[in-house]
């Protein structure tokens, strides 16, 4: 079942962030969100995975949903492994050799992976969220910039890994990066301006 944006609105105090917002998301479509900072990219992320309520309007087909997110910010417990943080997300059954494959195909190796992620590299560390999001039982994976940080060697095995694992869910990717659609073979949806909203794109 698809995911739908049924005329959203959404402000901050005086600051609206969207306005009258609609669009649907396709069940196992891969869709980057784009458009300038502050028209609401990760408000509608948050909106999508329930934490945001919408102003005005509605979210249909998101109830019941598994979301897995890797926000902005990393969210990692630093004083867990590697495989501390993603035991500690998806549970006891993910077994070591699934790890150290998606270890790998990162870019990290077993060195870094049984290191506290307060002592990793700002690249590293963004590696372990993204796979704590990947490998999480989810319906839906929302990806906030997932890539920022990484140099274009990292980048490009890291978006292997999300296509690989994207595996039938639905993929929000939030980012400013012309070249991630083409990376993870997404639809791209540009979030219009205030204006255009209320036009009912």
């Known amino acids: 079942m698809s995911i739908e944006l049924v005329n959203v609105s959404k402000a901050f105090g005086e600051t609206q962030v969207l306005r009258g917002l609609s669009e649907r998301f ?3 479509e891969a869709v980057c969100v784009m458009g ?16 945001e309520k919408p102003d005005a309007g509605a979210v249909r087909g998101a109830k019941g949903k598994r979301f897995a997110a890797a926000f902005q910010e990393d969210r990692l417990v630093e004083r867990l492994s590697a495989q501390g943080n993603l035991r500690f997300a998806c549970g006891a059954a993910l077994d070591e050799p699934r790890m150290a494959e998606a270890f790998a195909a990162v870019g990290l190796t077993p060195q870094d992976v049984e290191k506290p992620v307060g002592e990793l590299s700002g690249g590293q560390r963004r590696r372990v969220a993204l796979l704590r999001a990947l490998m999480a039982p989810a319906d839906v994976v929302v990806l906030d910039e997932p890539f920022k940080g990484l140099d274009e060697a990292a980048r ?3 978006a292997a890994y999300v296509r690989r694992m994207q595996a039938g869910r639905t ?3 939030i980012t400013h990066e012309e070249g991630d659609a083409a990376l993870l073979g997404a ?10 909203q209320q036009e009912g794109r």
Do not use: D, Y
Not at 36 to 51: D, E, F, P, Q
Not at 188 to 196: G, H, I, S, Y
């Open 36 to 51: 300038r900072s502050g028209l609401g990219k990760t408000t509608l992320a948050r909106i999508v995975m329930g934490l």
């Open 187 to 196: 639809r791209v949806f540009r979030l219009p301006e205030a204006a255009e």
């Open 26 to 28: 396709a069940q196992g």
């Open 156 to 158: 490009q095995a890291a």
């Open 171 to 173: 993929l929000l990717c």
